[in-house]
DNA sequence: CTAGTTGCAAAACGTTTGCATCTTA
DNA sequence: TAAGATGCAAACGTTTTGCAACTAG
C-alpha cells in the first residue's frame, strides 16, 4: 500500500505539465486543474469524479474537457486506467506504471500494491507465448479489513 | 496457450447446461446457443460476435437474449470478463477460473497464458493488504510472433 | 493574430428495460 | 396452463463529436 511524499507528487506534476507543453499543447487553468487532480489524487477516481471534485473551484469546467485531458494524458502515458467494482473505468495519475490494484468490494476504495517480482511474471509470459509484452493490468478484488471487521 | 481437448469442452458444456437447469432457467434453443458458443469458442468474443456468429444459424436471435444470457452465465460464474484492445469487453466462458490473458496488439487476438505460482502472488496480495481476496484479473497486451515477424 | 482549446448540445455508442407475444415444463 | 423467456423498440448512461466563441502563445 504506496503513497508517494508530498514533494515527490509536486515534483511529478511539474514534469507532467512541462512535458504537455513540450508535446506543443497549450496550459490552460482547465487543462492545469485536471493534471493536477490526477496526479495528486489518491483515490483512483473516475472521470465523473474529476469533474465533480474540481466544479466547486472551476464553475465554467465541462466533462468534455475533462474526457479531453484524460485521453491527453494517456497519450503520453501519465495515467493508467483500471476497472472499478462499479462497473466504471478509473483512472490512476499518480502513478502511472502498470502496478496492480487492489478494489474492495465492501466500500469500493482503491489501493496501490506493491508487488515484487512482476517483470519475473512478463518473462514468463514472454516465454510461454512468444509475444513482446507492451504493457499489463492485474487487479484483485476483495474485502479490505475493515469490511471484513464489520461484518 | 493452452486449449482443452474436444471432449472435455463438450462435457463442460453438458455440465453448464445440468447447472442451468438445477437452478431453476428454462431451456430454450437460443440459450443452449448462446451458452455452447461461450463454451466452446476459444476466440473471447465480445457480445456482438457471439451474436453475429449465431445470427445465420439463429436468424430470431437478438442481441438482449446474448447479453441476459452472458449475464446469467456471469451469475453462475461460468464465463470470465476480460478487457480487449478494441476497448470493449470480451469474454472467456471456456475456462471460467479466473487466469491471465494476453492480447496482441496487432491482430486483436486474445489467448490464454497457464502462469503458475499465481496463488503465491495472491497470498503476497493479501499478506501486503489484509484485503480476504475474491478474484482478480491478469491481463497482458503485446505483440504475437506473427505480427512481430510480419514488421 | 491565429491555431489550439473550451463548453455546449447533439450524436453515437453499448447496454438495459418494459412489455406483448410466445414457449417450456 | 402458468411461470418464464424471447424479440422488439424505447430508454438509459457514458463517451465522443461538431462547432461557434474564446484565449494562450
Known amino acids: 500500500v504506496y503513497l508517494g511524499r508530498v ?16 508535446h506543443g499543447f497549450r496550459m490552460t487553468p482547465q487543462r492545469v486543474a485536471v493534471i493536477r487532480a490526477l496526479v495528486e489524487s489518491t483515490a483512483h477516481p473516475s472521470i465523473e469524479q474529476v469533474y465533480l471534485q474540481l466544479l466547486p473551484e472551476y464553475p465554467m469546467m465541462s466533462l468534455a474537457t475533462v474526457y479531453k485531458t484524460v485521453a491527453l494524458m494517456q497519450e503520453l502515458e501519465e495515467v493508467i486506467e483500471l476497472a472499478a ?6 483512472w490512476d495519475g499518480r502513478r502511472p506504471d502498470p502496478h496492480p490494484h487492489l478494489v474492495c468490494t465492501g466500500c469500493g476504495q482503491i489501493v496501490d500494491v506493491e508487488l515484487e517480482r512482476i517483470d519475473e511474471l512478463v518473462h514468463k509470459v514472454l516465454a510461454l507465448s512468444g509475444f513482446g509484452i507492451v504493457t499489463r493490468r492485474i487487479d484483485f478484488w476483495g474485502v479490505c479489513a475493515r469490511c471484513q471487521s464489520r461484518e
Chains 1, 2 share one sequence.
Do not use: K, N, W, Y
Not at 8 to 20: F, N, P, Q, T
Not at 85 to 90: L, S, T, Y
Open 7 to 22: 514533494d515527490e507528487v509536486a515534483e511529478r506534476l511539474d514534469r507532467v505539465l512541462a512535458r504537455v507543453r513540450e
Open 85 to 90: 467494482d462499479d462497473g466504471g473505468i478509473h
